[in-house]
């Protein structure tokens, strides 16, 4: 029998490693994009109770602006608008859930329930797993682009390097993306599938009316001015367009006000397709 010593379980210096224990929320997706989860939820339930998304911020305890952000996010991508607000605005007036929200709440508390049991099963099964961390690390990514669409392709039109990708969006908006035809075979992008359309704010502008000599790849969308977010730089103005989708770009304040762009008015949102990235979920 050898009388060397066993080699300690860790590393000296350092405490035992500890198991590791997968947790997490999920999230409810309209052709496999996710757009509500535990806390656009808790914002939901809470417009349903107080009639405000001003209060409703409060109780949950997010901005004022990031709730009326989070209501916009969650109007672009759900099946029929989810929050509905009267006349009046942000100012004045209030919210209400339509029925389409009331029905998602009760799924997703439904759901909820039965993934917590799923979790739980999951972690009595599993093992120390470093593997299992970098897993969920990954899982973790998000966006900062503020203008994210759901959409199908409806055509690729491949030129030499690049081609030029059709997405129709909720409401029956059509917008252009320019990517190389490498990204396209790569990514499989092909007509009627289903896709994200990204594009930050701030390479979107804002203009009365598009102009007519503009580039055929040029995007413009256009409705009415539902919120104007002035500071300190360029002001943020959200357009809203069919469908309960809206968009938003930047201006400068003398532009705005050269040209006469007013809540409640018209505007339109222009932007390169080079400013359009596509996303496709595996």
């Given at each position: 029998m050898s009388n060397k010593p066993k080699p300690p379980s860790h590393s000296p210096g350092k405490p035992?490693?500890?198991?590791?224990?997968?947790?997490?929320?999920?999230?409810?997706?309209?052709?496999?994009?996710?757009?509500?989860?535990e806390e656009r939820i808790a914002l939901l339930e809470q417009i349903a109770e107080r009639g405000?998304?001003?209060?409703?911020?409060?109780?949950?305890?997010?901005?004022?602006k990031a709730a009326w952000d989070a209501v916009d996010a969650i109007n672009n991508v759900a099946p029929s608008p989810v929050v509905s607000t009267a006349t009046g605005g942000r100012g004045g007036g209030g919210a209400r859930l339509t029925d389409e929200g009331r029905r998602l709440i009760t799924a997703y508390r439904t759901i909820a329930a039965e993934y917590q049991r799923f979790?739980?099963?999951?972690?009595?099964?599993?093992?120390?797993?470093?593997?299992?961390?970098?897993?969920?690390?990954?899982?973790?990514?998000?966006?900062?682009?503020?203008?994210?669409f759901i959409g199908r392709i409806v055509a690729v039109t491949a030129r030499t390097v690049d081609a030029e990708v059709w997405?129709?969006?909720q409401?029956?908006?059509?917008?252009?993306?320019?990517?190389?035809?490498?990204?396209?075979e790569l990514l499989?992008?092909?007509?009627?599938?289903?896709?994200?359309?990204?594009?930050?704010a701030v390479a979107v502008d804002i203009v009365r009316e598009p102009d007519s000599a503009r580039p055929p790849s040029t995007n413009a969308l256009?409705?009415?001015?539902?919120?104007?977010?002035?500071?300190?730089?360029?002001?943020?103005?959200?357009?809203?367009?069919s469908a309960g989708v809206t968009v938003r770009g930047v201006i400068d304040a003398d532009a705005l006000e050269r040209l006469g762009i007013v809540?409640?008015?018209?505007?339109?949102?222009?932007?390169?397709?080079?400013?359009v990235i596509v996303g496709v979920d595996n």
């Open positions: 035992p490693g500890k198991p590791v224990n997968v947790a997490g929320q999920f999230w409810l997706s309209v052709d496999e994009v996710a757009f509500l989860g405000s998304i001003t209060q409703a911020a409060k109780a949950v305890g997010v901005s004022y979790l739980a099963g999951i972690n009595a099964a599993m093992g120390d797993s470093g593997a299992a961390l970098d897993m969920l690390r990954r899982l973790a990514l998000r966006t900062s682009a503020r203008n994210q997405i129709e969006i409401g029956g908006e059509r917008i252009v993306s320019g990517i190389t035809n490498e990204s396209v499989g992008l092909r007509p009627g599938r289903s896709v994200w359309a990204l594009a930050k256009c409705g009415t001015v539902k919120q104007i977010n002035r500071g300190d730089g360029p002001t943020e103005v959200v357009i809203a367009l809540e409640g008015g018209p505007a339109c949102a222009v932007f390169p397709a080079s400013s």
